[in-house]
C-alpha cells in the first residue's frame, strides 16, 4: 500500500490546509445543528408543558364532580378491636351508636372418628354450597385418601382438613368458604358411604330459610307507583325494635329493602296483620237516613177544615270519601324493578283479616329480585308486624348432617337500637349510610361511631392544585423569558438568556386565560355562595404584597382562613369550583370544571395545539437533518477536490524539481567537459 507523505514537494502541510478548509466549508452544518438542537430543545420544553398541564388538568378534576372532597367524611370507632370503619361521600355526620351482636359463622362440620386403616366402601357424595355443587367420585380407600379426593374436587366450595384424634383414629372436616346461612354446607350421596364416615344423620324435612324485615324511617318514601290514592293525610309510625310499622288514615309509602330478595315460585311475604276501623266509618245504616213527621191532623180554621201533611226529611251525608269506595281498606305490594322497567303488584287486606298472612308473592315474581315492598292503608289503622320471606328449602336427596362444629349463621347488629342481619362480615355498606364496617368480634354494649368532615384531605387537594399550578407558572415563566443586556456590546449573547419560545403567543394567550379563568367570579346555588377564589383564603398575595410576586401570578394559602372556610361552608366550597347551573344534574360551571374547559384545546386526544407545535418541531428536526445530510456530501466532495488539487500541485511541483535538477545536472556536465578540454589544449 502506497504511503503518501503531505507537502515533500511543495514543503506545505497540504493535509492540514484542506482540513482548515473543510472546517471553513462546514461552518452551514454545525449552524443546522444548532438549529436541530434548538428544535430539540423546544419538543422537549412542549412535553415537560403538556405533562404539567395535565397534572394541572388532573388536580382541577380532583375538586368538583364525583371527585369532590368536600363532601368525604371520616369516621373513627371508639373500639377498633370490635369493628373497622371506612368512609365516603354519602356519610352523615353525627354520631352512631352501634352493638355487634353475633358474627357471620362458616358453617363447619365433621366425620365421625375412623380407623386410618380401614377401607371405605366406593361410592359418590354431592356438597353443595349456596347453589354451587361439587360431585366426588370416590373408588374406596381410606380417609386420608377420602380428603384427599374432597380437596381436589369440592375446593371451590369448602376446605378440608385431615386430623388425627387419638391413636389410629382420625376425622375428615368440611369448612364452607361461604359466610352466612347461606353458606350451609349440604351433603348428599351414597347412603352406605356416608353412613360408614358418620358425616350424615336422619333426614331433614320442612325447614325453611326465612329473611326477616327490619323496619327503619330512613328506608321510607312516598309511593311513586301507577296506583292513584288521592291526597294523603295519614301518618306512618315504627316501632322501636323495628319489627312493626303502623299506619293511620290514607296513607302510602314505599319502604326501599336494604338488600334485594331473590324469589323462587314457592316463596311467600309473611306478616302479623291487625286493622281498627274509625268510628266515623260505622255503618250509614245505623243513623236514619230519612226522617218522616207529621200525623194526619184535621185544622178548622174559620169553618174551613184543612188536613195536615207529612213532612219528609233527608238526613245529608258527607261527601268525605269513604272506605268502601276503596277496593280494599289497607293492604301491601311488592315491587321488581329490572331494565329501568318497574313491575308492581298490590294484595290488598279484608278488615276482619288478622293474625298472620301469607302472601304467595313466588307465584307473581319468581327468579326476580324485589327490592321494594309497599305498605297501604285508605281509612282507620293498619299495623303489619313481624315481615319476612320465606322460602322452603328442598330437602330432596339432601340429608341433615350428624356433626355440625359451627352453625352457619349471620351477623346481627343492632344501629341506634334497630336490629339487622347480614350474612357476611367484611364490606358491610348498607348497615350505615356512606359507611362500609367490617366486624371483628362481638361486644355486649354499645361502641360509639362519630363522622365527620374529612378537612384535611379537602385542604390538601387545594394545596395540591396550588402547587402544581405555581409550578406551571415557573416552567411558562422560563419558556418566554427574554433577555435583558445591560451593557453595550452584549446584543450578541442576548440568545443565552432567553427561552425557547420567547414571543410565542400561543403560550402567552394560554397563560393568560388560566389567570383570568382563576380570577374570574362564578355564581352558584349555596346557600351562602363563594364567588372568587380569594374568599377561600387563596390568592396572588397578600394586600401590600411585593408587586414583582403578585405580577408573577403565583398562588399563596392562607391555612387559617381556608381551613375556616371549608369547615363553615363545605356547600359554597364545591360548588365554587364545579355546579350545575341549570338543573340537567350536569357540572357546567365553576372555576376548576372552567380551567379544564380552557385546557381542553391544549390536552384533548389527537390533533390539540400543543401536539401539533411538536409536529412541527419535529418536522423542522428532520429538515435540518435532511439539509446535514446534503451538506455533508457536499464537504465530502469539497474535501475530495481539495486533495486532488493539492496532489496535482505537488505532482507538478515535483516534476518541476525534477526537470530542473536534470537541467542542472546537463549545465553541471556540460560545463564540466570544456574545462577539460582548455587544459588539453595547453
Not at 369547615?567 to 359554597?572: I, K, L, V
Amino acid at each position: 500500500m502506497p504511503v503518501s507523505l503531505s507537502g515533500l514537494s511543495s514543503g506545505m502541510n497540504t493535509d492540514a490546509i484542506v482540513e482548515k478548509l473543510v472546517n471553513v466549508e462546514a461552518r452551514p452544518i454545525r449552524q443546522l445543528e444548532d438549529i436541530k438542537k434548538n428544535h430539540g430543545q423546544r419538543k422537549e420544553a412542549l412535553k415537560a408543558l403538556r405533562n404539567q398541564l395535565e397534572d394541572l388538568n388532573n388536580a382541577a378534576k380532583d375538586l368538583y364532580g364525583f371527585r369532590s372532597p368536600f363532601s368525604e367524611k371520616n369516621a373513627t370507632v371508639s373500639d377498633p378491636s370490635v369493628m373497622e370503619i371506612k368512609s365516603g361521600k354519602g356519610a352523615e355526620g353525627g354520631t352512631k351508636k352501634v352493638q355487634v351482636m353475633q358474627l357471620a359463622t362458616n358453617h363447619k362440620i365433621s366425620t365421625d372418628a375412623v380407623d386410618e386403616k380401614e377401607t371405605l366402601p366406593a361410592g359418590k357424595i354431592k356438597i353443595e354450597v349456596n347453589g354451587e355443587a361439587a360431585n366426588i367420585s370416590f373408588n374406596g380407600g381410606t380417609m386420608k385418601n377420602l380428603e384427599e379426593k374432597i380437596s381436589e374436587s369440592a375446593q371451590e366450595v369448602v376446605t378440608s382438613a385431615y386430623v388425627r384424634t387419638s391413636g389410629d383414629n382420625c376425622i375428615v372436616t368440611l369448612e364452607s368458604r361461604t359466610q352466612g346461612r347461606k353458606g350451609e354446607i349440604k351433603v348428599s350421596g351414597d347412603q352406605a358411604l356416608l353412613n360408614k364416615i358418620g358425616l350424615v344423620g336422619v333426614p331433614s324435612t320442612g325447614k325453611k330459610n326465612e329473611a326477616g324485615l327490619t323496619f327503619d324511617r330512613r328506608y321510607l318514601s312516598a309511593y311513586s307507583g301507577d296506583k292513584k290514592p288521592g291526597t294523603q293525610s295519614g301518618s306512618v309510625s315504627v316501632g322501636g325494635d323495628g319489627r312493626s310499622l303502623g299506619m293511620k288514615g290514607l296513607v302510602w309509602q314505599e319502604y326501599a329493602l336494604p338488600v334485594e330478595s331473590q324469589l323462587k315460585k314457592d316463596s311467600t311475604l309473611a306478616l302479623d296483620f291487625s286493622y281498627t276501623a274509625q268510628k266515623s266509618e260505622m255503618d250509614d245504616r245505623a243513623v236514619p237516613g230519612r226522617i218522616e213527621t207529621g200525623p194526619d191532623d184535621r185544622v178548622n180554621i174559620k169553618g174551613i177544615e184543612l188536613n195536615g201533611y207529612n213532612v219528609s226529611r233527608i238526613r245529608q251525608k258527607s261527601d268525605r270519601k269513604k272506605a268502601s269506595e276503596f277496593d280494599s281498606l289497607a293492604g301491601i305490594g311488592v315491587v321488581s324493578e329490572e331494565n329501568g322497567k318497574r313491575t308492581e303488584k298490590i294484595y290488598g287486606m279484608e278488615k276482619d283479616s288478622k293474625g298472620r298472612v301469607e302472601i304467595p308473592v313466588g307465584r307473581d315474581f319468581a327468579g326476580k329480585k324485589i327490592g321494594r315492598i309497599i305498605f297501604y292503608c285508605n281509612a282507620g289503622e293498619a299495623v303489619f308486624s313481624n315481615a319476612s320471606f320465606s322460602t322452603p328449602l328442598n330437602d330432596d336427596n339432601r340429608i341433615t348432617l350428624k356433626n355440625e362444629l359451627a352453625k352457619a349463621d349471620n351477623a346481627r347488629v343492632r344501629v341506634d337500637g334497630v336490629e339487622m342481619e347480614r350474612d357476611r362480615n367484611n364490606d358491610l355498606n348498607d348497615v350505615i349510610k356512606g359507611l362500609t364496617l367490617t366486624l371483628k368480634k362481638t361486644h355486649d354494649g354499645e361502641i360509639s361511631v362519630n363522622i365527620d368532615q374529612n378537612l384535611d384531605k379537602a385542604v390538601e387537594k387545594i394545596k395540591k392544585f396550588v402547587d402544581v399550578y405555581n409550578k406551571y407558572i415557573d416552567l411558562h415563566r422560563e419558556l418566554v423569558k427574554t433577555a435583558k443586556i445591560s451593557k453595550p456590546g452584549e446584543f450578541n449573547n442576548r440568545n443565552n438568556g432567553k427561552g425557547l419560545f420567547v414571543g410565542d403567543m400561543t403560550l402567552v394567550n394560554l397563560e393568560g386565560n388560566l389567570k383570568k379563568t382563576i380570577s374570574n367570579a362564578y355564581p352558584n346555588r349555596a346557600e351562602h355562595q363563594i364567588r372568587i377564589i380569594s374568599q377561600l383564603g387563596v390568592s396572588t398575595g397578600a394586600v401590600n404584597a411585593d408587586w414583582e410576586a403578585i405580577k408573577a401570578g403565583k398562588l399563596v394559602i392562607d391555612d387559617a382562613l381556608l381551613r375556616k372556610t371549608i369547615t363553615e361552608n363545605p356547600e359554597g366550597v364545591s360548588m365554587f369550583f364545579g355546579s350545575d347551573s341549570d338543573g340537567d344534574s350536569k357540572v357546567d360551571t365553576g372555576m376548576a370544571y372552567s380551567l379544564g374547559q380552557a385546557l381542553r384545546p391544549y390536552l384533548t386526544s389527537g390533533k390539540n395545539i400543543l401536539v401539533t407545535k411538536m409536529d412541527l418541531e419535529e418536522g423542522s428536526i428532520k429538515s435540518a437533518d435532511e439539509r446535514i445530510d446534503r451538506q455533508e456530501q457536499h464537504l465530502k466532495q469539497y474535501e475530495e477536490k481539495l486533495k486532488k488539487k493539492f496532489r496535482n500541485m505537488e505532482r507538478a511541483i515535483s516534476e518541476s524539481n525534477s526537470q530542473k535538477s536534470w537541467m542542472n545536472n546537463q549545465f553541471k556536465s556540460a560545463g564540466g567537459t570544456d574545462g577539460q578540454g582548455a587544459n588539453m589544449k595547453k
